[in-house]
């Protein structure tokens, strides 16, 4: 079995005013390579703050997450980001697609920031975009795509540096259901096709079937 991530012990609260929210008590996870996992779970049960973490943009209060032999809150933040632009990829709820740069340009965008010359970036993030059905779209601004469309981008954008991890946070949030469906089958035939390592967030009980794990959070732990 070759793991890829490791979370061990994570722990993760929240202090407003005079309370403590305990979000997470104690979360241990595994992901092999090439694993679908699914994350379950009531809203408001820590699973966007689990992935969060597990994605290094957020610290746990103890515990540790090492990913690829890397153990991610051991390194300095220049470090982590630098960590987190080439290994992992990010499908947030929203979008939060950069609204001055068309759809191609924000699929070249990660990998111009790794230090990739414009020219070279051209090539996989066109390949990408054509792939997600969008290759009359690359000089759309964000305002200019659907909300369906903005997402695909989106899905584009987190695979196009062949991240070693795609985490995503129910990139259907904000669709109807017959496009996040549409999303998610999508998703979901990228990542099988490329062997992609992924964790996925749904409230979605069909997708959650399709992962190769289903794991749930219930009372700040993870249960199988
Ligand atoms: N910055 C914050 N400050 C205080 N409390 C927070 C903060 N962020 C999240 N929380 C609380 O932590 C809990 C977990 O939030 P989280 O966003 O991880 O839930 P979730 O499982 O992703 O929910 P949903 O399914 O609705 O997206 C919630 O009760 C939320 O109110
Ligand atoms: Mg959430």
Redesign the pocket.
């Known amino acids: 079995m070759d793991e890829l991530l490791r979370a061990t012990g994570v722990c993760?609260h929240?202090?407003?005013g005079d309370t403590c929210?305990e979000?997470l008590k104690g979360v241990d996870l595994g992901v092999v390579r090439g694993e679908i996992v699914a994350v379950v779970?009531?809203?408001?049960?820590?699973?966007?703050?689990?992935?969060?973490i597990v994605g290094g943009l957020d610290h746990p209060a103890s515990g540790t997450v090492v990913i690829d032999d890397v153990d991610l809150f051991a390194l300095s933040d220049t470090d982590r980001a630098k960590f987190r632009n080439r290994q992992i990829g990010f499908v947030f709820?929203f979008h939060h697609l950069l609204r001055d740069f068309t759809a191609l340009e924000n699929v070249m965008m990660p990998l111009m920031i790794a230090g990739i010359s414009s020219d070279e970036a051209r090539v996989p993030a066109q390949k990408l975009l054509r792939d997600v059905g969008l290759e009359k779209r690359l000089a759309h601004l964000p305002s200019e795509l659907s909300g369906g469309e903005a997402q695909r981008v989106a899905v584009a954008r987190a695979l196009v540096t062949k991240p070693a991890i795609v985490l995503a946070?129910?990139p259907s949030?904000n669709l109807d259901v017959a496009r996040s469906a549409e999303l998610h089958a999508l998703i979901w035939e990228l990542a099988r096709t490329r062997q992609q390592t992924c964790i996925i967030?749904t409230?979605d009980q069909h997708l959650a079937a399709r992962a190769d794990r289903v794991v749930e959070?219930e009372d700040g732990r993870l249960v199988a």
Do not use: P, R
């Open positions: 993760k929240y202090v407003l929210i979000v779970g009531a809203s408001g049960v820590g699973k966007s703050t689990l992935l969060h709820q946070d129910e949030g967030v409230h959070i």
